[in-house]
């Protein structure tokens, strides 16, 4: 079944929990399958148990119509920090933001670009790559993600404070410079929920 045929029987079931279908991710594989869903409320954060609703709806609605073929896993999330668009609307809605975006066909050279979302319109996505607007249309776009901007979410790692420097004696060897502690920014997690 193709992507925009699983969106059509998907996006009821999700409609009728109150949630959104932002859109899917399906990786096909001789062993074990992968769709994975992703959901998204306008006016809350979603939550595991969202994501348990809609696995299970979902999987009943996929025992009745058997959409894909073969073993596959079921997996629904939030879109975290760094949430897919799927949607030339969904690149409107974020427009300022900071996107990454892979090409099926390269547009002046580039098979990915980063940067702002300047403009949207119609399929046409502008992007400001390194100072210059680049449009690209919708159908060419093979994936997009947001680029968090971690310092303004306040996860940004922090620099560790200085120590005092010790006071050398009189012809004591001066110490060396303190390295600093490797930070990590911490991102929220993903909530996923696995079912077959």
Same mark, same amino acid.
């Given at each position: 079944?193709?992507?925009?045929?699983?969106?059509?029987? /998907?996006?009821?079931?999700?409609?009728?929990?109150?949630?959104?279908?932002?859109?899917?991710?399906?990786?096909?594989? &001789?062993?074990?399958?992968?769709?994975? +869903?992703? +959901?998204?409320?306008?006016?809350? #954060?979603? %939550?595991?148990?969202?994501?348990?609703?809609?696995?299970?709806?979902?999987?009943?609605? =996929?025992?009745?119509?058997?959409? +894909?073929?073969?073993?596959? %896993?079921?997996?629904?999330?939030?879109? $975290?920090?760094?949430?897919?668009?799927? %949607?030339?609307?969904? =690149?409107?809605? =974020?427009?300022?933001? @900071?996107?990454? /975006?892979?090409?099926?066909?390269?547009?002046?050279? &580039? &098979?990915?670009?980063?940067?702002? /979302?300047?403009?949207?319109? $119609?399929?046409?996505? %502008?992007?400001?790559?390194?100072?210059?607007?680049?449009?690209?249309?919708?159908?060419?776009?093979?994936?997009? &993600? /947001?680029?968090?901007?971690?310092?303004?979410?306040?996860?940004?790692?922090?620099?560790?404070? $200085?120590? #005092?420097? #010790?006071?050398?004696?009189?012809?004591?060897?001066?110490?060396?410079?303190? @390295? #600093?502690?490797?930070?990590?920014?911490?991102?929220?997690?993903?909530?996923?929920?696995?079912? @077959?």
């Amino acid at each position: 079944m193709k992507d925009d045929e699983l969106i059509q029987l /998907i996006n009821p079931v999700v409609a009728d929990l109150g949630l959104e279908c932002l859109g899917i991710e399906y990786a096909p594989s &001789r062993g074990n399958s992968l769709l994975r +869903i992703y +959901i998204d409320h306008l006016e809350r #954060p979603i %939550t595991i148990e969202d994501c348990e609703a809609v696995s299970r709806e979902l999987s009943a609605q =996929f025992d009745v119509n058997d959409p +894909i073929a073969g073993r596959y %896993t079921l997996e629904v999330s939030s879109p $975290g920090l760094d949430r897919p668009l799927f %949607t030339p609307a969904q =690149f409107a809605r =974020f427009i300022g933001e @900071k996107a990454k /975006i892979a090409l099926n066909l390269p547009v002046e050279g &580039r &098979r990915r670009l980063q940067g702002a /979302i300047r403009a949207v319109d $119609g399929d046409r996505i %502008t992007i400001d790559q390194d100072g210059v607007d680049i449009t690209i249309a919708h159908d060419n776009v093979q994936k997009a &993600r /947001i680029v968090p901007d971690y310092a303004a979410l306040g996860l940004a790692p922090e620099k560790p404070a $200085g120590k #005092p420097k #010790p006071q050398a004696k009189p012809g004591a060897a001066k110490p060396g410079p303190a @390295k #600093p502690a490797a930070g990590k920014a911490d991102a929220a997690p993903k909530r996923k929920k696995p079912n @077959k």
